[in-house]
Nanobody, 123 residues
Framework: QVQLAESGGGLVEAGDSLELSCEASGRPSSVGAMAWFRQNSGKEREFVASISWSGGNTWLGDSAKGRFAISKDSAKNTMYLQMNHLQPDDTAVYYC????????????????WGQGTQVTVST
């Protein structure tokens, strides 16, 4: 079992930056990849970014390219999402996910999920 805990969400203005963190506990050695997804009420969960836990390969979703960066600190079992130039469309609950396969944008490939952290971007 792997437990995930997100932090770093909040209310910011358009153009601001924010960094989200996701700390893994339990058996993080079993993790193959971790990812960030986001979801607004009434919408499907959207892939944001994924990172390989061993090699560090990354994959950014279309909404993240050019503005967001995903990284990890293996010693701290923590993944990060640096979000720059935030816009109101980025408003969502951001979820951390982990799975034992490689990086993928498919939510069902991730067995473990955090509770989510709210990011709200005002105009």
């Amino acid at each position: 079992q792997v437990q995930l805990a997100e932090s770093g969400g909040g209310l910011v203005e358009a153009g601001d930056s924010l960094e989200l963190s996701c700390e893994a506990s339990g058996r993080p050695s079993s993790v193959g990849a971790m990812a960030w997804f986001r979801q607004n009420s009434g919408k499907e969960r959207e892939f944001v970014a994924s990172i390989s836990w061993s090699g560090g390969n990354t994959w950014l979703g279309d909404s993240a390219k050019g503005r967001f960066a995903i990284s990890k600190d293996s010693a701290k079992n923590t993944m990060y999402l640096q979000m720059n130039h935030l816009q109101p469309d980025d408003t969502a609950v951001y979820y951390c996910a982990a799975g034992d396969s490689g990086i993928t944008a498919t939510p069902s490939a991730y067995a473990y999920w955090g509770q989510g952290t709210q990011v709200t971007v005002s105009t």
